[in-house]
């Protein structure tokens, strides 16, 4: 057996050791999204020091738990926290919590991140659904295929879930939310983007710009899971200049704003996931 499969299979055996029951949908809760744990109802936190080969998040916002419990009664495993490339880790550290979800039996995979706006059209709190990506970052399938979890090529025509982001623009829409829908361009970080990069993403056809989200969507896709996605827009390239500068505190308070309104959403979006 090769030493990754073993490793998934020993972190997810810990977690179903915890848990009466095991979820079919899980949420990476990035920036702006962090809060909705402390909604689920019976929860049971996991820390993630706790679980087998488990990485700690040192990014700023970021708990480090795995929560089950219940949201508007629908059951939910929930990532408080991720990890990011520009910690240090590898993509396959980066990745690793995806593929247990996969081994626990988790079909459906919701993400969130905070983004730069690059389209001209987007302001600070605005909510974007991801409807496509480029990468910058090196891809997490490189290296010796896991035939057990998925093809050596992965078609990525529709990465994220067109049925669930038509359920999710009618549920803004009821709500009175606006929402975006655009593509997101990932890069490493840990540095904001320069005027010229937030140039050239634009032209290359980016609406907003980050550093995490598409490594877990690719390996998602990868173990056949379906993938929703949605940035909070904490800062953009418009803006910049005269004295304006990226400040990473800046953009927290940005995310933690446009909570409510994702939170909701995503919420609702629960009912219609498998």
Sequence with gaps: MDNRIQQYHEASTYITSQLNNIPST????????GRLADHLANPIIIPYSAIPHFKTSTAIGHKGNL????LDGCPLIAMQGRFHYYEGYSMEEVTFPIRVLHCLGVHTLMVSNAAGGLNPQFKVGDLMLI????SFMPNPLIGKNLDELGPRFP?????YSPRLRKAAQEIASEMGIGLHEGVYVAETGPTYETPAEYRMYTLLGGDAVGMSTVPEVIVARHCGMEVFGMSVITNCAADLGNGVVNDGNDVIVAANRAGDSMEKVFTQLLKHTR
């Design 131 to 134: 409807s496509d990506h480029i």
């Design 67 to 70: 929560i089950c419990g219940e």
């Design 26 to 33: 899980a949420i990476v809760l990035g920036s702006g999204l």
């Design 155 to 159: 078609d990525m025509t529709e990465v």
